[in-house]
């Protein structure tokens, strides 16, 4: 597989962002007559897509409906998850053929033996996450994490986040008591001050940031990439390269339409996920330009950063390789890319 450098990220972001008018616009022309290799024939029978409210470019086709007119022979399923290990699970028994994760899931699931599949990333979104105290919490620096209850998403990014500023505190991972709860139970927790902090990412980052105004500790700058990682099923990469391309293709329209048409992406997203627009608004502001490519060295090294993280510290049961687990597209449109 080619590497991907920045530069020819942007040319192709570019390019296709110039077309995205075009394709859609108010008259909401069908894709698939307009895009090679999208015959009706070729097409998967059934598209099942795991996704979460902070999945931007997936709710925007969603919304759309763009995939169902790309591929109108293709039964399109949608299931939402609150976080990527449930969503990484079900796609891992059958239950679903693609999703978006952070990049804590996929390393989880691969130590676990998951069957799945790298297909595509974003760039990175550090600002993305953070940990967060209480506005009248004492605690002012990562050392003085030393100890204290910390709610988490296990094996989510927010679980890389912590390990990378317990680590910078000069801390061990045993200094710290991890508490971990799906983001709505350790919201609640947080609240309640059952736990000291929180380490979360968007859009419940920015859900508590606008209803009580935490204070931020520390975000993923300098600390964690929090990258966004597309996942496919071994039978749907292998069987439908072609559509498996196309996909990774709408997804980049759908976030060059993010990019040039701003108010029209944050009402998309408000109204599928019931968040209020300023939420929404706050965290699309922390979210950079976010085509999807292929995995190059660089992407694949950085989480491979992840995935050795969590075996020094025995988080778990195995190393894993995360090349041997990357999506190499012999002969397709991304593989040239």
Do not use: C
């Not at 996920?273 to 694949?300: C, E, T, W, Y």
């Amino acid at each position: 597989m080619n590497d991907t450098t920045p530069l020819q990220l942007r040319r192709r972001f570019l390019k296709i962002a110039a077309t995205t008018a075009a394709l859609w616009g108010l008259g909401a022309r069908d894709t698939a007559a307009q895009t090679p290799g999208a015959a009706a024939s070729k097409s998967p029978e059934q598209l099942r897509i795991g996704y979460q409210k902070a999945a931007v470019n997936l709710v925007v086709l969603k919304q759309k409906g763009v995939l169902e007119k790309r591929f109108p022979n293709t039964r399109i399923g949608w299931v939402e998850f609150p976080a990527g290990p449930q969503l990484l699970e079900a796609l891992s028994v059958g239950s679903l053929e693609f999703g978006l994760t952070g990049d804590s899931p996929p390393v989880f699931a691969q130590a676990a033996g998951k069957d799945l599949l790298y297909v595509g990333v974003e760039p990175p979104k550090p600002d993305s996450s953070a940990i967060l105290v209480l506005g009248d919490s004492p605690i002012r620096s990562l050392v003085e994490l030393k100890g204290k209850k910390i709610a988490l998403q296990k094996g989510s990014s927010s679980h890389y986040l912590l390990v990378r500023a317990v680590d910078k505190a000069g801390l061990k991972w045993n200094d710290i008591q991890p508490i971990y709860l799906a983001p709505a139970d350790a919201r609640a927790a947080f609240e309640r001050k059952s736990v000291d902090a929180w380490a979360i990412w968007d859009p419940f980052y920015a859900a508590i940031e606008l209803a009580i105004k935490p204070r931020v500790l520390v975000t993923g700058r300098d600390l964690s990439s929090n990258n966004s990682f597309y996942l496919a099923s071994r039978p749907f990469a292998t069987q439908h390269a072609p559509a498996l391309a196309a996909l990774l293709e709408e997804l980049t329209r759908a976030d060059a339409l993010v990019q040039g048409h701003r108010a029209e992406a944050i009402k998309l997203v408000s109204d599928f996920s019931g968040l209020d627009a300023g939420v929404v608004s706050l965290f699309m502001q922390r979210r950079p330009a976010s085509p999807v490519g292929p995995l190059n060295a660089a992407s694949i090294a950085d989480q491979q950063r992840v995935a050795d993280a969590f075996l020094r510290l025995g988080l778990i049961p195995r190393a894993v390789k995360v090349a041997d687990i990357v999506w190499r597209p012999e002969g397709t449109q991304v593989a040239r890319k």
